[in-house]
């Protein structure tokens, strides 16, 4: 079953129950406090806090997500992508737990041919909070049995926005992949090690007005008067069981990049080695760089803007691991294109917009790889000699901020040296910058502008479009 079969089949199982079918939001997050969209709640998130009454009780949506936080899993746990797409079923005041739970066993297990997805109903494990005895009774009801039925406590399984407001339990849905994979759960828990079950789906019911304290240390004033279902479930997980791969990035939509990556390095896929991870992180990160492109973001220093830098230049960097010095954007990308735009036809449509984006910041990092690495070749040479252990923070944000490298990929290459970085000094550097950048901003704000430098480019271009609506960011954050 095709990724896209199963984005349709959510679509028009919520269709057939009443839900208004949202398009998916921009991966820009529509809110201003998130840099990206994280998940599929986030365009309802006016409607979830009640700070704004939804149009509609019901909505279903498949949304694109970015979760740079993730990275670092990528390529090395079987599950876990900077971008993927989350399908999410919401309601605001209408159905509440017994419905959720209703619909997530019927699609999950109900007959193919019927449009549900068919999974055994054997292979369901379902997180719940400890204390949700309704929660517990509908999944009895629909016929989850009690052993795989998993208490955990409030902390481990709870939901809320880190302030006072609405919070409430969640349900997640695990699959069992059986045996092979890991040992079997036992003794209250979904995780005992391997990669046996899998999340597939969150089911957050919005339910508690809740108080101030730390952490999930908080009281429960009372019931919400609006209670509210907010749910997510992971289209490329759902995409890899069903079609009988080991991991997400070995799906259709993911896997044609991996196939390029193994034409232009000539290594196979499949040896299980550094080199396996290596070209899913490739698939990965093509694929997140092409559908942060095509949602408005060019690359740059800071922000959304750095995180596709990041992206696009550790496939750069990890192809160049796998042996290919050449240019490889003009190859894998297109590979991507291929792969989204039955779902995305914008990006076929926008094609050379994005390629030339995409094929210009490889020529800039590799003409700065070049540079970059004789600083740091040279920095650790010194390091070396003087007996330390780490390349100072300085060097790393010089290689940073002259020389475009992401901090990670600094990282990578000093541990290949067997060196370590001071991150810390780093992270320091990094937030004097951001300083002294937002206090320039602020002066300039109310100072003069320097008028000399406008009309040397408007001489220069003539007058220009105004596009900061277009292409400036809100967010500062860094990741
Ligand atoms: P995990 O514990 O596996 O990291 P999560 O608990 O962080 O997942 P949720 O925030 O509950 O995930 O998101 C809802 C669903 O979205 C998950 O059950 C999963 O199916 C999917 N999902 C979350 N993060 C990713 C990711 N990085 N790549 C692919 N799918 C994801
Ligand atoms: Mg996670
Ligand atoms: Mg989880
Ligand atoms: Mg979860």
Redesign the pocket.
Known sequence: MQTSEIAKRWVDYFAKNDHHIAPSASLVSPDPSLLFTV??MVPFIPYIIGTDTSPHPRIASVQK?I?TK?IE?VGK?T????F?Q?LGNFSFGDYFKEGAINYAYEFLTGPEAEGNLGFDPERFWVTVWNEDAEAISHLKNVGVDESRIVRLTREENFWDTGQPGPAGP?A??HYDRGPEFGPEAVGGTVDPGGDRY?????LVFDQYLRGEGAGKDYPLIRELDQKAIDT???????AYLKQGVAN?YETDEVFPVIAKAQELSGKTYGAGGDDDVRMRVVGDHVRSALMLIGDGVTPGNEGRGFVLRRLLRRSVRAMKLLGVDERTMPELLPASIDAMSATYPELAANRAKIEAIAYNEEDAFRRTLVAGTTIFDTAVAQVKKAGDKALSGTDAFTLHDTYGFPIDITLEMAAEQGIQVDEAKFRELMKEQKERARADAKAKKGGHADVGVYNGIKEAEGLTEFRAYQELTTATEIT
Request: glycine share 14%; charged share 30%; net charge negative.
């Open positions: 998940a599929g997500c979760r993730d899993e746990t599950r876990h992508g900077t993927f989350m969640c997640e849905w899998l999340e597939i789906w969150n997510g479930a992971g289209l490329e997980r759902i997400m």
